[in-house]
């Protein structure tokens, strides 16, 4: 559903601050809101349903981790395609001009104080929301492990994905490997493993800026969107996940 413009959006969502887990989780393309001043950025409502407008399913999982760890989340508050909240600030698809293969005509030559006013409003909002949790989870010398959560398609490209859930990684394993021997130790689904994405420092920027940065312990996770697409599969999907998230844990 596409957030109404009645009223004005917040940048950001933020689910138990204060909560005791061992987790904190964000979520950078939780919404598809596009601000009404923006006048859809030239696109259909049937677009801003798309993959290419937000991460489908990935803020109902993310609350229901939210819940099942008593984790604070952070969710943005539009649409990636109004601005990136997952890229550096300096680089230019931050506003993308097109979106598998779709050109977004309001993001077509963007001033570059059309492109601050952007930053400003939604970007860095949602990022000091972020620093500031885990600002105070450090002053209160509290572990943490940020988590950062993300949708794919089921095909791109002509074709089909065969993960139905995945982890995006770089140099540092510590936490991935045995994150990954849970989610597939039962046995019944395809599990990624980099695939069909890598976390990229110089091209992804939540991971790298809010935990690598500060050396602490993260995961980065895909849930296929056909399986997280209502409720129930996100219902289904949060407790996997934060069942092996309490094995990896304990390894």
């Avoid at 500060?214 to 056909?226: A, G, I, K």
Wanted: charged content about 20%; aromatic content about 6%; proline content about 7%.
């Amino acid at each position: 559903m596409i957030n109404s413009d009645s009223t004005p959006q917040p940048a950001f969502t933020l689910l138990r601050p204060d909560g005791r887990g061992a987790f904190v989780l964000v979520c950078d393309h939780a919404s598809n809101h596009v601000p009404t001043a923006l006048h859809r950025l030239g696109l259909t409502g049937a677009d801003l349903a798309r993959h290419i407008a937000w991460d489908i399913g990935a803020a109902g999982v993310t609350t229901i981790l939210s819940n099942l760890l008593d984790a604070p989340a952070i969710l943005s508050g539009t649409s990636r395609l109004v601005v990136d909240c997952n890229r550096h600030p300096h680089r230019a698809d931050i506003i993308p001009a097109t979106s598998d293969g779709t050109i977004i005509p309001g993001n077509a030559g963007l001033p570059d104080a059309a492109r601050a006013e952007r930053v400003a409003r939604w970007f860095l909002p949602y990022h000091n929301a972020v620093e500031m949790v885990l600002e105070q989870r450090a002053a209160a010398h509290r572990a943490t492990m940020v988590v950062s959560i993300h949708s794919m398609t089921k095909n791109m490209s002509g074709q089909d994905r065969p993960w139905k859930i995945s982890l995006s990684s770089h140099n540092d394993r510590r936490f991935v490997a045995p994150m990954l021997r849970a989610l597939r130790q039962p046995g019944d689904v395809v599990v990624g493993d980099n695939q069909p994405y890598a976390l990229d420092p110089d091209l992804d920027f939540s991971i790298p800026y809010h935990a690598i940065r500060r050396e602490l312990p993260w995961l980065q996770v895909e849930f296929r969107q056909d399986e997280v697409a209502d409720h129930q599969g996100q219902q289904h999907w949060a407790r996997r996940f934060a069942t092996a998230l309490e094995i990896q844990s304990s390894q």
